[in-house]
């Protein structure tokens, strides 16, 4: 039974070094959402469930000051919305405040190829839902997303949510304000490239200023394995006439299980020319052929909170493949992993990578590792 919670706590100790999920949707998002003159509106939101549906998240030890509400379900039923059923497979979500005092909040549905959108009153009561795209624009299993923000981003609002089915899948760039008579209107961005892609994530408008910098996870298991890919536009917002790269370590070695806990290696990412002309078999061609490192699906990324040098330090999740098949010489994770990278300083192109949780130690820290997938970073702490 697909549902939305949030979750708060009372302590304000652990807020300031805790990030979890459902902080990054309500607190971290609000935040955002408002600038600092308008603070004082969160004021106004009365934590409290508003779903018939009961909180099936848990708390995990750590997490005891975590208060737990459930937000929305496919159960509820809204009054101006009444024909409204929240889909299944509730993915990756985005939250922003209106001008009239609301906030829309677009959450995935990956497996319904869709993405909702919930209005929430100032206290944020939810009392409308809409789709804003259905699965004849969504055309692809819809993963994990980034609603992009003039004060996070420096361009949007614009919620990214990638295609994951297949090489050939794109990514959407949808206006959380969209009205609801475009559900059904693909909205495709041709220059992010053709990738089975977990998530399209620009960084801070602080860490590279003036451009705009989208890193994108390349979850495929094929032939040619997953890929990182960034984005590049010298100017901020430019999504069309950008130029597009695939990581590989300067030594050109490929093979991901090559990559060893606690070795650093200098990587690059090189140019896909013509990338807009290119299928996605033949960027998946072209980006083994330039001697991109090969990973085991890489999942969702994101960036650390804070300051323009932590907004360069780059974490991701690559989930793993079995070891059989295309992986039968187990050259890919099986388990799944965690990646730092650390760009430079000025070059958006040039960076330092690290393995810092590795699944497939199976007597390591990461030895509990299923198939890690999201991924939030806060300043101080990397949720898995």
């Known amino acids: 039974m697909p549902f939305l919670c949030i979750a708060y706590t009372r302590q304000r100790r652990r807020m300031k070094n805790t990030s979890t999920i459902a902080r990054m949707l309500f607190m971290v998002a609000l935040a955002s959402a408002c600038s600092s003159s308008k603070q004082e509106e969160i004021s106004k939101v009365v934590l409290k469930d508003h779903s018939v549906t009961p909180a099936l998240v848990k708390k995990m030890p750590g997490f005891e000051n975590i208060q737990i509400y459930s937000l929305f379900s496919s159960d509820d039923k809204l009054a101006s919305s009444p024909n409204y059923v929240f889909g299944g497979s509730a993915d990756r979500a985005g939250i922003m405040k209106l001008p009239n005092g609301n906030y829309a909040l677009l959450v995935n549905h990956e497996d319904n190829f869709a993405v909702s959108r919930l209005t929430l009153d100032e206290t944020f009561k939810p009392i ?14 819809l993963c994990s997303a980034t609603l992009a923000t003039p004060q996070e981003h420096g361009f949007g609002p614009l919620f990214l949510t990638c295609g994951e089915i297949g090489e050939e899948s794109r990514t959407h760039g949808l206006n959380p304000t969209d ?123 994101d960036y650390r909170k804070g300051s323009p040098a932590n907004n360069r330090e780059i974490y991701f999740c690559v989930t793993g493949q079995n070891n059989t098949g295309i992986n039968a010489n187990y050259s890919r994770t099986k388990y799944g992993r965690v990646y730092k990278l650390n760009l430079d300083t000025n070059d958006p192109l040039k960076g330092k990578l690290e393995l810092i949780l590795d699944g497939d130690d199976r007597q390591g820290p990461a030895r509990m590792f299923q198939n890690p997938d999201n991924i939030f970073v806060g300043e101080n702490y990397v949720y898995i």
């Open 128 to 141: 409308s839902g809409e789709y804003v795209l259905n699965s004849t624009g969504g055309i692809w299993r």
């Open 179 to 301: 009205p609801a008579s475009m559900a059904s209107t693909s909205r495709e961005l041709p220059g992010l490239g053709r990738w089975n892609a977990e998530n399209a994530m620009p960084l801070n408008k602080n860490a590279y200023p003036g451009r705009t910098v989208i890193l994108i996870g390349d979850d495929d298991s094929g032939a040619f394995g997953g890929q990182v890919v960034v984005y590049v536009s010298e100017r901020v917002g430019d999504l069309t006439n950008g130029r597009l790269y695939v990581l590989r370590r300067t030594d050109r070695n490929k093979r991901e299980m090559d990559i060893r806990v606690g070795n650093v290696y200098d990587v690059e990412f090189v140019e896909l020319e013509n990338h807009q002309t290119l299928t996605g078999r033949q960027l998946n061609q072209l980006s083994d052929a330039l001697g991109a490192i090969a990973f085991g699906r890489v999942e969702d990324l």
